[in-house]
């Protein structure tokens, strides 16, 4: 069983929650979310927000917060093998985690795979 090793990140000002289900090997390595080189994300928020891409965690963490953004994950604990989502098993949900760390509502929310929910 592996522990969810990352904080979420948010701050009063955070409008977007875009929720993730568990780091991958390389989030955990780095401490933050989205760390493989090869992950889109970073590439693909900087673009749609006019920015550089972000490369150190300092950078990552000012970016999202510049622009509103809260990270979190949906799951707190699993059996996961490397990084594959479909490995997943035994979940715990963060639920409670999130709801003491995030108390405001956002404005909208992102899921990875391309849901939204307003």
Not at 14 to 23: Q, R, V
Not at 73 to 83: L, M
Request: a positive charge; glycine letters at 6%.
């Amino acid at each position: 069983m592996i522990i969810h090793p990352i904080p979420p990140l948010y701050d009063d000002n955070s409008e977007i929650l875009i929720l993730g289900s568990f780091p991958s090997v390389k989030s955990r390595e780095e401490g933050f979310f989205y760390g493989h080189p090869q992950n889109r994300f970073w590439r693909v928020t900087s673009a749609v927000f006019g920015e550089t891409v972000p490369a150190t965690v300092p950078e990552k963490k000012a970016f999202l917060l510049r622009n509103r953004i809260a990270l979190w994950d949906v799951i707190g604990s699993c059996n996961i093998e490397g990084s594959a989502d479909s490995s997943i098993r035994n979940v715990t949900l963060s639920r409670k985690q999130a709801e003491r760390r995030y108390a405001r509502r956002p404005r909208a929310l992102r899921m990875p795979h391309g849901r939204s929910i307003a």
